[in-house]
């Protein structure tokens, strides 16, 4: 870590110079601006000014990249939080069929992001998103409560077999990765730009680690699912062979389910010490309500034994995602002076 002496430059002023190294890497040079971001545990960032009015480019190289290496890459940009992203082949060639659509493929997969642009010989896409329309809490319940509507649709559907329902169910499926991607993309812009912090709503950037793990938990919930509906769609009346009385026992089971997800979620961007508590207490108390259900079944085929058993464990997944979701909670909480800690 390199150190740097603090001078007095006036009655009220202190100064302290800026590497030369770093100065010439950012094009920072005298008279230029540069904006200060005061942030938690005492941290001060400097920002050229460049960084806040640059549109971020890339380039991808169709000649060198196959139809789905493209696709990939287009998200792995996006995710990145590049402005524009251009397709192009070299040498006065022009873009197979492949290419084109693996483009328009990636563009209605992620939010925010329209073809500009084509010719041939290239297409360029740009993402419209604005950090500032959109805060990291929202994007969170927003994943969360689609994942709940579509564990809802998938477990309706197996009750009363409804194939429609759960096609309903995995149509949804679409939107949550739109979010999912789109929180990627605002986390690691911010981790990029500390100014943009603020503007999806954190007052620094300390949470953006614990916020990428709970996005990814949310996503592996809607995932769980999306397994209950593929489910419904395989079996052949479309429901479970159990009684009433079972369903109705894996329908608590998932509203349970559903009552911690969103507590997990509550307790992240609330920051919530107690919720956070509440959400692992409903653990407990549901913890071995799969292997109970299980071990009041009748007597049934190996294959439809099997179906009950997938469906209860994306169940009890989706309950371990939510507990992960409250430990980040908990350390959230805990980061700052409340009734339960004292920081000094």
């Not at 990029?192 to 996503?219: H, M, W």
């Not at 009552?259 to 653990?283: N, W």
Request: contains cysteine; aromatic residues 4%.
């Amino acid at each position: 870590m390199e150190t740097r002496k603090v001078q007095r430059l006036g009655p009220s002023t202190l100064a302290m110079t800026l590497p030369a190294e770093w100065a010439k890497a950012q094009h920072v040079e005298k008279g230029d601006e540069v904006s200060l971001r005061m942030g938690g545990k005492g941290t001060l960032t400097v920002l050229p000014e460049s960084v806040q009015q640059e549109e971020s480019e890339a380039v991808l190289h169709a000649d060198e990249l196959e139809a789905d290496a493209i696709e990939r890459a287009i998200l792995a940009q996006y995710v990145l939080g590049r402005r524009v992203i251009r397709v192009e082949i070299a040498n006065s060639g022009t873009l197979d069929s492949g290419v084109i659509n693996a483009v328009y493929n990636a563009e209605t997969q992620l939010m925010g992001l329209g073809v500009i642009e084509e010719t041939p010989e290239h297409i360029a896409i740009r993402c419209s998103v604005d950090p500032e329309d959109f805060t990291l809490d929202n994007l969170l319940e927003r994943l969360e409560s689609t994942g709940s509507t579509m564990r809802n649709e998938a477990v309706k559907a197996l009750a009363h077999g409804n194939a429609d329902l759960a096609q309903r169910a995995l149509n949804r499926e679409r939107q949550a990765n739109k979010i999912f991607v789109l929180l990627l993309r605002l986390i690691f812009t911010a981790y990029q730009n500390p100014n943009l912090a603020r503007a999806v709503g954190l007052d620094s950037g300390f949470p953006l680690i614990g916020y990428r793990t709970v996005a990814k938990n949310l996503e592996l919930t809607a995932d769980n699912a999306e397994d209950i509906a593929e489910i419904v769609l395989d079996t052949g009346d479309h429901t479970l062979d159990v009684d009433d009385a079972t369903m109705r026992e894996v329908r608590g089971f998932t509203d349970a389910v559903n009552e911690m997800t969103e507590l997990g979620v509550r307790s992240v961007v609330e920051r919530d010490y107690d919720l956070a508590l509440e959400t692992k207490q409903l653990f407990r108390e549901i913890d071995d309500r799969q292997a109970e259900i299980l071990t009041t079944l009748p007597e049934l085929p190996n294959e439809e034994l099997l179906e009950v058993r997938e469906v209860l464990v994306a169940l009890q997944q989706t309950a371990q995602y939510a507990v992960r979701n409250a430990e980040i909670a908990t350390n959230l909480a805990l980061d700052t002076d409340s009734e339960h800690v004292s920081i000094t």
